[in-house]
């Protein structure tokens, strides 16, 4: 059986990882199919949105899988140039599509770093969070970046240091997740958020997603510059011409996607 499964439907990929004796622990296999199926979707103009989630009701990720890193000499903890946990970011930031962290169970350590990378997450109620690295004689420096832009200071700094574990509620707090639901309500409750995302032009829901990723590490004055360059090339793409008709036509844009 494969370590992710993939489902399309209505313009929308859906990635399971697909581990739940293991609660969705990632090891190198995995990391691999995530990478593929993200630059995959990359490819893909049918591709709208993209959900990640973890098979089963207990666990999103608990992270890297610690037995066969052991077994392996140190697995998706030791790489070559590239670690497989950074390539499946790197893919994740090449995306230039709406990616949903669906949270149906616990997200720690590496698991919490893949909430990180979405760029919208919605959690069961039930499900904990945490960076317990320290209490196996690491530190979760792999996430620590993405910890770093959504978490705040001393918040992060007490999750690190301290690997407690902590629930959903908090998660919402920290700027972790967009919403918390009770388990029967998780899949409607991205089934709304995708119906949200999927009406908006994909051009500029992608040009977006690149601003804002490059102007979250620019001063101010680089962000001025920067934008004024954007909205100058959105202005003029396709689906601008087609959304801008539309709203004076008073009907709905038929998006090009172009």
Not at 52 to 60: C, I, R, S
């Amino acid at each position: 059986m494969s370590v992710v499964l993939l489902s399309r439907d209505a313009g929308v990929l859906r990635i399971t990882i697909n581990r739940p004796e293991q609660r969705n622990a990632v090891n190198e296999e995995v990391l691999a199919a995530l990478r593929a199926a993200l630059d995959d979707a990359a490819a893909d103009t049918t591709v709208r949105a993209v959900v990640l989630t973890g098979a089963g009701d207990k666990a999103f990720c608990a992270g890297a899988d610690l037995r066969q890193a052991l077994d392996s000499g140190g697995g998706v903890f030791t790489g070559a140039d590239s670690h497989p946990f950074i390539e499946v970011f790197r893919a994740a930031e090449r995306l230039g599509k709406p990616l949903i962290a669906r949270i149906n169970g616990h997200a720690m350590a590496g698991g919490l770093g893949l909430v990180c990378m979405c760029d919208l997450a919605i959690a069961v109620d039930s499900a904990r969070f945490g960076t317990p690295e320290a209490r196996v004689g690491v530190f979760p420096l792999m996430i620590l970046s993405y910890l770093m832009r959504l978490v705040p200071r001393r918040r992060l700094m007490e999750m690190c240091l301290t690997a407690d574990a902590f629930d959903a509620t908090a998660a919402l707090e920290y700027g972790l997740l967009n919403q918390v639901v009770p388990a029967a309500s998780l899949d409607s409750a991205v089934d709304t958020l995708l119906a949200r995302l999927t009406a908006n032009s994909p051009t500029a829901l992608m040009l977006g997603k690149k601003a804002f990723r490059a102007m979250e590490d620019m001063t101010l004055t680089q962000c001025f510059e920067y934008a004024q360059l954007m909205i100058a090339r959105a202005s003029q793409t396709p689906d601008a011409q087609e959304g801008m008709s539309a709203f004076l036509e008073k009907r709905e844009p038929r998006w090009p996607g172009a």
